[in-house]
């Protein structure tokens, strides 16, 4: 056949390399000649630089005689046209990438008035997919036809499933209308007949109504209850076709976005989904008294002892990130080169053990807010960490106010406080905790020099290279770390309008505020 591809992308490049695997005659077409090239290199295909869109680059690539054009470019509008063009010039066949959920209910009559062959979907079709293993958590696998009325299921027998040892002649036992049409044992694949024995471990693919799939599973002990709570990170096109699938099946979907126009658009396109705004924001700090904590290879012990993404992902539900230093992504002047320091329990203990052998104490005391429950419980679990690591951590647990007391008068070796800095410039907070009179009575002249002069400069990205030297520093030195940054989270009702989740605080537009009748 011969096939022109338009757009070049990881779609256009992964047909164009199956298609001419297969022997096909493949043309591909692109504006970016960088593209094309790294395409070309590793394909023996044809490539023209230039905009697929148009008759002239259509007839150039031999549209006239071409069997199928297929067009994955990034824009659903840009596909469709270029379609339209290749059917009006000659070609037999078109394809055409459609994503935006705006099309989704009008792609059949889309693709029957421009008279596409098929339109290809990948995000739907992921979701589509998810969708299916949730509400149905027992198969492997599911596809459907005729329009959903049958399904084929793959199912993996465990060893104590009542299914093994038995003839699929015996099925009838179970009083279900299933067909097991295919059987794979280990590297076979078996088309079974009634004398056919099943065995642990075997995957079979059964035939069936949805609804004498699930009586079928639910008479032979394997779980049928589909998921009923989804929390979905991002507000993605996955997300939101997975999300409206869920919730038209009864599900309670929440989705977490960063994006407030984003999260304003999902709320309004799915009604009975939950939409949370969630920014990395909140600091859970941790500062180290350096009179106290004289030793820096103590205080960089904690930083590459603390299994900080395993505290995130336990304690936090994920909903946060990990950084070094006082800087997060939400913040402008964040940088992401700086790298996080490495989880190394080995290096801790090295880094403890040749501290205390030249005189530096093996006990700290650790003053914890009460209130946080959550990082009280991380502390405990730290605790008890770095007692195998040879250091031993006194957990003191008190009120906020007593926190603050003792981190006025510094009177401790190490506190942890959940702290808020200033995502436009943190410089009034960093340069008084990174003071002689701050929590952490640290004093530097690099990093005092870098602080005064980020006030000095209005160019962000000089800005940001001077708090990233800061950042270096609290690696280098380690007079504060973060333990893990907390996502803020916001929500707002379809019927609440102009509510704008903020920062700096969810009320900070209320006399903007209006509801919707």
Not at 97 to 112: D, F, G, N
Not at 132 to 137: D, G, K
Not at 230 to 243: C, H, N, Q, S
């Amino acid at each position: 056949m011969r096939i022109i591809i338009v757009g070049d992308g990881k779609m256009g490049s992964t047909f164009a390399q199956r298609l001419s695997k297969a022997g096909h005659d493949v043309t591909i077409i692109d504006k970016r000649a960088t593209a094309l090239q790294h395409t070309i290199e590793s394909l023996d295909i044809m490539a023209i630089e230039g905009n697929g869109t148009t008759l002239e680059i259509q007839r150039e690539a031999g549209v006239e005689q071409a069997d199928l054009l297929i067009a994955a470019t990034n824009t659903d509008e840009q596909n469709l046209l270029t379609c339209l063009i290749a059917k009006r010039a000659g070609a037999k066949h078109t394809i055409a990438r459609v994503r935006s959920p705006e099309y989704v209910k009008e792609i059949s009559l889309i693709q029957e008035d421009l008279g596409l062959s098929l339109t290809i979907n990948p995000e739907l079709a992921c979701a589509t997919e998810m969708a299916r293993v949730l509400r149905f958590p027992s198969a492997v696998k599911i596809d459907t036809f005729t329009g959903g009325r049958v399904e084929i299921l793959k199912h993996c027998l465990s060893p104590n499933s009542p299914l093994v040892g038995i003839r699929l002649s015996e099925l009838s036992r179970f009083k279900a209308s299933v067909l097991i049409c295919a059987v794979e044992r280990g590297k076979e694949v078996f088309i079974p007949n009634g004398s056919f024995q099943l065995a642990a471990g075997d995957r079979i693919s059964i035939v069936a109504q949805p609804r004498d799939a699930s009586l079928f599973f639910r008479r032979i002990g394997a779980p049928t209850s589909p998921v009923r709570q989804i929390m979905l990170l991002g507000g993605g096109r996955i997300a939101y076709y997975l999300a409206a699938q869920m919730a038209d099946f009864g599900a309670d979907v929440k989705i977490i976005e960063q994006d407030y126009a984003v999260c304003r658009n999902l709320a309004e396109a799915l009604p009975n989904v939950t939409v949370h705004m969630g920014t990395p924001i909140t600091n859970q700090s941790i500062f180290f008294n350096v009179e106290r904590v004289t030793d820096v290879r103590i205080r960089q012990a904690l930083l590459y002892g603390i299994d900080r993404q395993t505290i995130l992902s336990e304690l936090v539900h994920g909903n946060g990130e990990i950084v070094d230093g006082f800087l997060c992504s939400a913040s402008p002047y964040y940088d992401a080169s700086l790298g996080v320091t490495p989880y190394d329990p080995e290096k801790a203990a090295q880094l403890i053990q040749e501290a205390v052998a030249d005189g530096a104490s093996n006990r700290l005391e650790w003053y914890v807010n009460s209130g946080d429950a959550t990082f009280v419980q991380a502390a405990s679990f730290i605790a008890a960490m770095f007692q195998e690591l040879g250091l031993t951590i006194d957990i003191k647990t008190v009120d906020l106010n007593t926190l603050m007391g003792v981190a006025n008068n510094g009177t401790f070796d190490v506190m942890s406080v959940e702290y808020t800095y200033a995502p436009v410039d943190p410089y009034t907070d960093v340069s008084w905790l990174l003071s002689a009179d701050g929590w952490t009575r640290y004093s530097n002249e690099e990093v005092n020099n870098a602080l005064v002069e980020s006030q000095s400069l209005t160019d962000v990205e000089e800005i940001r290279a001077r708090y990233l030297l800061v950042d270096q520093y609290m690696q280098q030195d380690v007079p504060m770390m973060s333990a893990y940054i907390i996502s803020s989270m916001g929500a707002t009702s379809n019927r609440l309008l102009n509510a704008t989740p903020n920062v700096f605080g969810t009320f900070i537009n209320v006399n903007e505020w209006d509801i919707a009748e």
